[in-house]
């Protein structure tokens, strides 16, 4: 203040001692001065005077701004309040729309259902009538398309409630065993009409009764499995179950379908549960559909507080999760416990890895030996091996689409011995054989895939329990020996290139019981020997293409290879010399027959190595 008075502004002007004081006391009202902090002199007084009012002015300025600023601030207030006002009116607008497209929908889907079930009941009542192919044909067209077309309608209408958010859930209580196992019986039909394997799996420990929509999990496993086979073109489909953080009150179900189809590129993982979403528009020409299946899972999954994601590899295939924390119900099945398969061994027939591991799995958890054999060859050196080690298995589950040997060969010729009569013999397929079909094969029961584990267990207990002698039908007799052209008959298999020689030896043979298989060259007979379980080999050395040497040693190698034991190998030769012999032993033949063979000298040294042979009769 000291440095203002002493430097007073040069436009202020000098008033009179009476406009000072008139000033003075209003002004020093406002600032809160006291008399004793009043100036001497009228100078000082004008100087002082000039200062109040500058902050006045100041502080004048300060509150107009203010003022201004809280107007604005309340008009946009104001402004944002009719805003919120009319959104908030426009909201309870829309949903009231929602809720009137809903009831249009569900009415929709309520006018266009009953026409397609009309349809379609038709169409079943026409499937028992009269029908030539072509009409068959059209008949099943005429079906598929309805079922494609009420998905559709099903779909659009679970859309549409999940949006609207009216969808609710209904929870009741549920075995999650026989949802993954009806599901993926469901999903069989489906999948072999394109010639691919479904499998399905559950492990032991799955509690047995939970609580949840299971309408819901079953319809988000069908979409998603539904798209599995659509995109796959070859391999296999398999639907599993896991089991993590189980407790007595809840436990996580894990649901994982894996296929091997087209596969996901990476880009588009992210994006494919979205609506109307699909790989390229290419996939949608090719398979159709409206990429709407795997959205609605998503949705479904998130309503029941669980999560979705995926794994994929373009042209490998794709694996889905679907995991739900749901409570339990029951933990353990009121069944009692049949262990009555613990240290028993169990032969597997089957070449697909996933279904060898699936009845691996079952079969340790049943406390069961299984050995797994990946062909009818296999099979049978196996079954060879248990009787020398003392080991009996005590039954057999073999497939029927088994390369090389198919499950029906193999049957049979297990059948063809003694040792095995009593052996029961499960054939599992996708279509089951009636009783005269499996009485023909030697098959005492069959059990489609993909497999049920309760019911494979049940029956495979009753199998091994029982053990009845089974008796095949024989084959007819002719002149009191089997009819050599029988496909039950055991086997010789004759490799020589000469007709008459040919005839002769066959001549020769058909005292025996055995059917005999003719081929003319080396590689026909490797062919044969590694296709087919003989029960002994006669094999002309000099032949063309491939030579009795040559030949022996090939099927020698894939016997070694394949760990089986060596199918006896009798060599017939126009060459008589010791050497040759020797030539025929060393290159692995058996036993050495000149030629022109003697009938009597023929049969003894076929009969001797008969009785050595792996394969009894």
Same mark, same amino acid.
């Given at each position: 203040?000291?440095?203002?008075?002493?430097?007073?502004?040069?436009?202020?002007?000098?008033?009179?001692?009476?406009?000072?004081?008139?000033?003075?006391?209003?002004?020093?009202?406002?600032?809160?001065?006291?008399?004793?902090?009043?100036?001497?002199?009228?100078?000082?007084?004008?100087?002082?005077?000039?200062?109040?009012?500058?902050?006045?002015?100041?502080?004048?300025?300060?509150?107009?701004?203010?003022?201004?600023?809280?107007?604005?601030?309340?008009?946009?207030?104001?402004?944002?309040?009719?805003?919120?006002?009319?959104?908030?009116?426009?909201?309870?607008?829309?949903?009231?729309?929602?809720e009137?497209?809903?009831?249009?929908?569900?009415?929709?889907?309520?006018?266009?259902?009953?026409?397609?079930?009309?349809?379609?009941?038709?169409?079943?009542?026409?499937?028992?009538?009269?029908?030539?192919?072509?009409?068959?044909?059209?008949?099943?067209?005429?079906?598929?398309s309805?079922?494609?077309?009420?998905?559709?309608?099903?779909?659009?209408?679970?859309?549409?409630?999940?949006?609207?958010?009216?969808l609710?859930?209904?929870?009741?209580?549920?075995?999650?065993?026989?949802?993954?196992?009806?599901?993926?019986?469901?999903?069989?039909?489906?999948?072999?009409?394109?010639?691919?394997?479904?499998?399905?799996?559950?492990?032991?420990?799955t509690?047995?009764?939970?609580?949840?929509?299971?309408?819901?999990?079953?319809?988000?496993?069908?979409?998603?499995?539904?798209?599995?086979?659509?995109?796959?073109?070859?391999?296999?489909?398999?639907?599993?179950?896991?089991?993590?953080?189980?407790?007595?009150?809840?436990?996580?179900?894990?649901?994982?379908?894996?296929?091997?189809?087209?596969?996901?590129?990476?880009?588009?993982?992210?994006?494919?549960?979205e609506?109307?979403?699909?790989?390229?528009a290419?996939?949608?020409?090719?398979?159709?559909?409206?990429?709407?299946?795997?959205?609605?899972?998503?949705?479904?999954?998130?309503?029941?507080?669980?999560?979705?994601?995926?794994?994929?590899?373009?042209?490998?295939?794709?694996?889905?999760?679907?995991?739900l924390?749901?409570?339990?119900k029951?933990?353990?099945?009121?069944?009692?416990?049949?262990?009555?398969?613990?240290?028993?061994?169990?032969?597997?027939?089957?070449d697909?890895?996933?279904?060898?591991? *699936?009845?691996?799995?079952?079969? !340790? +958890?049943?406390? %069961?030996?299984?050995?797994? &054999?990946?062909? @009818?060859?296999?099979?049978l #050196?196996?079954?060879?091996?248990?009787?020398a080690?003392?080991?009996?298995?005590?039954?057999?589950?073999?497939?029927?689409?088994?390369?090389?040997m198919?499950?029906?060969?193999?049957?049979?010729?297990?059948?063809t011995?003694?040792h095995?009569?009593?052996?029961?013999?499960?054939?599992?397929?996708?279509?089951?054989?009636?009783?005269?079909?499996?009485?023909?094969?030697?098959?005492?029961?069959?059990?489609?895939?993909?497999?049920?584990?309760k019911?494979?267990?049940?029956?495979? *207990?009753?199998?091994?329990?029982? !053990? +009845?002698?089974? %008796?095949?039908?024989?084959? &007819?007799?002719? @002149?009191?020996?089997?009819? #050599?052209?029988?496909?039950?008959?055991?086997?010789i298999?004759?490799?020589?290139?000469?007709?008459?020689?040919?005839?002769?030896?066959?001549?020769?043979?058909?005292?025996?019981?055995?059917?005999?298989?003719?081929?003319?060259?080396?590689?026909?007979?490797?062919?044969?020997?590694?296709?087919?379980?003989?029960?002994?080999?006669?094999?002309?050395?000099?032949?063309?293409?491939?030579?009795?040497?040559?030949?022996?040693?090939?099927?020698?190698?894939?016997?070694?290879?394949?760990?089986?034991?060596?199918?006896?190998?009798? +060599?017939l030769? %126009?060459?008589?010399l010791?050497?040759?012999?020797?030539?025929?032993?060393?290159?692995?033949?058996?036993?050495?027959?000149?030629?022109?063979?003697?009938?009597?000298?023929?049969?003894?040294?076929?009969?001797?190595?008969?009785?050595?042979?792996?394969?009894?009769?």
């Amino acid at each position: 203040m000291t440095s203002a008075l002493n430097n007073p502004s040069p436009n202020h002007e000098l008033e009179s001692g009476a406009t000072i004081s008139h000033r003075l006391a209003a002004q020093l009202k406002r600032c809160r001065l006291t008399p004793t902090d009043l100036p001497t002199s009228q100078e000082q007084w004008s100087k002082l005077l000039h200062i109040v009012d500058s902050t006045y002015a100041s502080h004048h300025e300060a509150y107009y701004l203010l003022e201004r600023s809280l107007d604005v601030s309340s008009q946009e207030m104001k402004t944002l309040y009719e805003n919120l006002k009319q959104e908030s009116a426009q909201r309870i607008d829309a949903l009231h729309k929602s809720e009137q497209k809903t009831r249009f929908m569900a009415n929709m889907s309520h006018e266009l259902r009953t026409p397609i079930h009309g349809v379609m009941g038709s169409l079943d009542v026409l499937r028992e009538t009269r029908l030539d192919e072509r009409q068959s044909a059209f008949i099943n067209i005429a079906y598929s398309s309805c079922e494609v077309m009420l998905e559709l309608v099903s779909n659009i209408l679970d859309y549409s409630k999940i949006h609207a958010g009216q969808l609710t859930l209904e929870k009741v209580d549920f075995s999650p065993s026989a949802l993954v196992e009806d599901i993926s019986q469901m999903m069989a039909t489906m999948a072999h009409k394109k010639n691919l394997d479904v499998y399905c799996y559950v492990p032991e420990e799955t509690p047995a009764l939970m609580f949840g929509d299971v309408a819901r999990i079953r319809q988000v496993l069908m979409n998603i499995a539904s798209n599995a086979i659509k995109f796959t073109e070859k391999g296999e489909v398999m639907i599993s179950l896991a089991i993590h953080e189980v407790n007595e009150q809840e436990a996580t179900l894990v649901f994982e379908i894996r296929d091997t189809g087209i596969g996901i590129p990476k880009a588009m993982q992210e994006s494919i549960f979205e609506s109307f979403v699909q790989v390229d528009a290419s996939i949608n020409r090719r398979y159709g559909g409206t990429g709407l299946g795997l959205t609605i899972a998503k949705e479904l999954v998130l309503l029941m507080d669980g999560r979705v994601w995926l794994d994929s590899i373009p042209g490998q295939g794709s694996q889905f999760w679907v995991e739900l924390k749901l409570p339990i119900k029951q933990l353990v099945s009121d069944e009692i416990v049949d262990d009555y398969l613990a240290g028993r061994y169990i032969l597997v027939v089957e070449d697909k890895q996933t279904h060898q591991a *699936i009845l691996k799995n079952y079969l !340790k +958890a049943w406390k %069961a030996k299984p050995i797994i &054999a990946n062909n @009818g060859m296999e099979a049978l #050196q196996m079954l060879r091996n248990s009787l020398a080690l003392n080991e009996p298995f005590a039954a057999i589950i073999l497939e029927r689409t088994l390369p090389e040997m198919d499950g029906k060969t193999l049957a049979r010729s297990i059948r063809t011995d003694r040792h095995y009569d009593r052996l029961p013999l499960i054939m599992l397929t996708t279509h089951e054989l009636d009783k005269t079909e499996q009485r023909e094969h030697g098959v005492n029961a069959c059990m489609s895939t993909p497999l049920k584990a309760k019911a494979l267990k049940t029956l495979l *207990i009753q199998q091994t329990r029982q !053990k +009845a002698s089974f %008796a095949p039908e024989q084959p &007819a007799l002719l @002149g009191g020996k089997l009819n #050599q052209n029988s496909d039950h008959a055991p086997a010789i298999l004759l490799a020589e290139d000469n007709p008459i020689n040919a005839l002769i030896a066959t001549t020769m043979l058909e005292s025996l019981p055995y059917r005999i298989d003719l081929v003319s060259n080396g590689k026909e007979a490797f062919h044969k020997a590694t296709h087919y379980p003989y029960h002994l080999i006669l094999m002309d050395i000099n032949m063309p293409d491939m030579d009795g040497f040559t030949t022996t040693q090939a099927i020698r190698e894939w016997e070694q290879a394949n760990a089986l034991a060596n199918t006896p190998i009798i +060599a017939l030769t %126009a060459n008589a010399l010791k050497d040759d012999r020797e030539k025929c032993l060393a290159a692995g033949l058996n036993d050495y027959l000149a030629k022109p063979v003697k009938k009597e000298e023929m049969l003894k040294t076929v009969q001797h190595w008969l009785k050595l042979s792996p394969l009894k009769y």
